[in-house]
Each structure stands twice: as C-alpha cells, then as structure tokens.
C-alpha cells in the first residue's frame, strides 16, 4: 500500500559526514510522521530521530547536535544528516512513517534498511 525506500548508507570514517534519504510512494494519504531508527548487531531497534508533518522533530540523545532529520513533503520524502559520525552509529537504519489513511485509520510501514558502517 505504502512503500518505503531508503538509500545513502554505506562505509565512512569516524568523523565523517552521511545523509540518508527515505521515499514513501504508493496509497498516501496525510504522512503524520516519518522517522529512522536503526539496530546494531545484538541490539534492539531504538529511536534515532522522528519529524511529524508539522516540522517538530525529536532525537535520541545520543545524535543530538550531531543529526539532523527533515522532510520535503511535497517529495514524500525524509532525510537524515549524520555528521561527526562514530564507531558507536553503525547499525542498519530503517526509515519509518505513520500516515492516516482515507479510511481514517493510522497505518505504520517500515524501510526494508540500510546498513551504516562508521569505521577507520
């Protein structure tokens, strides 16, 4: 119904810089939020920064200052600046969006992943 499709992962330096882009297409109706998380090796999915359709964002505490998430509506699209990237950000991000459907219900859909690997 709605697809997700992220991009801009790869291989990068401590220090380093990093954006990644998530395209939502398919039966959109009103995105109420999108977001990223992501899940290193043995580790539970955790929050990594959401942005709802108002433009208010939050992020985890430990990207702060480092991250940056934004939307281009009109693109269906999300972003995530990753700059002073660490050893400690390498996970598989997954972008996530929260749309109301036509029906009015509240629909959840998941990337299929990108995986970031910050290493020397």
């Known amino acids: 119904q709605v697809q997700l499709v992220e991009s801009g992962g790869g291989l990068v330096q401590p220090g380093g810089s990093l954006r990644l882009s998530c395209v939502a297409s398919?039966?959109?109706?009103?995105?109420?939020?999108m977001g990223w998380y992501r899940q290193a090796p043995g580790k539970q999915r955790e929050l990594v920064a959401t942005?709802?359709?108002?433009?208010?964002?939050n992020y985890a505490d430990s990207v702060k200052g480092r991250f940056t998430v934004s939307r281009d509506n009109a693109k269906n699209t999300v972003y995530l600046e990753m700059n002073s990237l660490k050893p400690e950000d390498t996970a598989v991000y997954y972008c996530?969006?929260?749309?109301?459907?036509?029906?009015?219900?509240?629909?959840?859909?998941w990337g299929q992943g990108t995986q970031v690997t910050v290493s020397s």
């Open positions: 398919g039966s959109i109706f009103t995105i109420l939020a």
């Open positions: 942005i709802t359709s108002g433009s208010r964002t």
């Open positions: 996530n969006a929260e749309q109301l459907s036509r029906t009015y219900s509240r629909e959840t859909y």
